[in-house]
Each structure stands twice: as C-alpha cells, then as structure tokens.
C-alpha cells in the first residue's frame, strides 16, 4: 500500500510564501518523477511543477520565478516553495509520484490534496 500525504497549505496574503510538503510511505521500492498538481475551483488540474530522480526540474510558465520543487529521496519527500504568491494561485494543490512499489508494477500515485488560499 502507497500513500502520499501533503501538508503545508493555508491562507496566506499576496506576495507572502508557503512551502509545501508531500511524503511518499509504504510498500515502496523506488519513486521515479514526482510534482505538483493544483485545480482552482471550476478549472482544470493543471502542472504546476515536476521534478525527476536525479533533479531536473519543469514549472508551468504561470510560477517561473516564484515556486520552486526539490526532493529529498533519502526521505521519499517531495517540497514545492512558493515565493510572490498571487490570488491566481488560491487552488487544491496535489501531489503526484510515478512509484514502484515492491514485487508490483510502477503506477502513478496521487495525494488528497492540501488547500492553498491567497487573499488579503
């Protein structure tokens, strides 16, 4: 059983920060890309930011700049700063990990979400 648990979300005001967190446990033999996701109420999910195994990294063009994503694999945890935060960023962010589990075939997993609110 794989599971991912985000925390990290809030209100915060415009232009402040948050630093989100998503940790990969269970039956785990290796986690290949992991990202964020996030879905603003009435739109689409989209990519917010992506991350492989050995670091590269892939932000949607709305975060350049602002967010960035780093990875601990020691602690199979996945982190998404976010600097300069905008009202447009208010959204269910998740977490998103292609995992191999043990003795299973790898799939792509997803977390519950956390809520990020930006508002004055």
């Known amino acids: 059983q794989v599971q991912l648990v985000e925390s990290g979300g809030g209100l915060v005001q415009p232009g402040g920060s948050l630093r989100l967190s998503c940790a990969a446990s269970?039956?785990?033999?290796?986690?290949?890309?992991m990202g964020w996701y996030r879905q603003a109420p009435g739109k689409q999910r989209e990519l917010v930011a992506a991350?492989?195994?050995?670091?590269?990294?892939d932000f949607a063009d709305s975060v350049k700049g602002r967010f960035t994503i780093s990875r601990d694999n020691a602690k199979n945890t996945v982190y998404l700063q976010m600097s300069s935060l905008e009202p447009e960023d208010t959204a269910v962010y998740y977490c998103?990990?292609?995992?191999?589990?043990?003795?299973?075939?790898?799939?792509?997993?997803w977390g519950r979400g956390t809520q990020v609110t930006v508002s004055s």
């Open positions: 998103n990990a292609e995992i191999a589990p043990i003795a299973s075939t790898t799939s792509r997993y």
């Open positions: 269970g039956n785990i033999f290796r986690i290949y890309a």
């Open positions: 991350i492989t195994r050995g670091g590269s990294t």
